[in-house]
Nanobody, 121 residues
């Protein structure tokens, strides 16, 4: 089970940190992704990480603003989001695919329940 937390309402230019905790799931054995879906839009892959190995990926619109990281001891992956803009408003999902899958991952068989991020003044 993947459990997200850390979403909320923030003003433009603000920051949030999302957490994805694995329950019965050792995240180091997977590629972990943050995928977002805004109202009326398709899901968009935001950032991915191979916690064991350290490979990371960011979509162009978040490069330089978002940072993905993993903590094996806490079995948790984080997404630090800075300089948030209204266009970042979406439900953010944590997702996982086996470590051996292609990189960057094209699809995820395992999903969390999502956490809402709203950027508004």
């Amino acid at each position: 089970q993947l459990v997200e937390s850390g979403g909320g309402l923030v003003q433009p230019g603000g920051s949030l940190r999302l957490s994805c905790a694995g329950s019965g799931f050792t995240l180091a054995y997977y590629q972990i992704g943050w995928v977002r879906q805004a109202p009326g839009k398709e899901r968009e892959g935001v950032s991915y990480i191979r916690v064991w190995g350290g490979s990371t990926y960011y979509t162009d619109s978040v490069k330089g603003r978002f940072t993905i990281s993993g903590d094996n001891a806490k079995n948790t992956v984080y997404l630090q989001m800075n300089s948030l803009q209204p266009e970042d408003t979406a439900v953010y999902y944590c997702a996982a695919t086996p470590y051996s899958s292609s990189w960057p991952p094209a699809e995820f068989p395992y999903w969390g329940q999502g956490t809402q991020v709203t950027v508004s003044s």
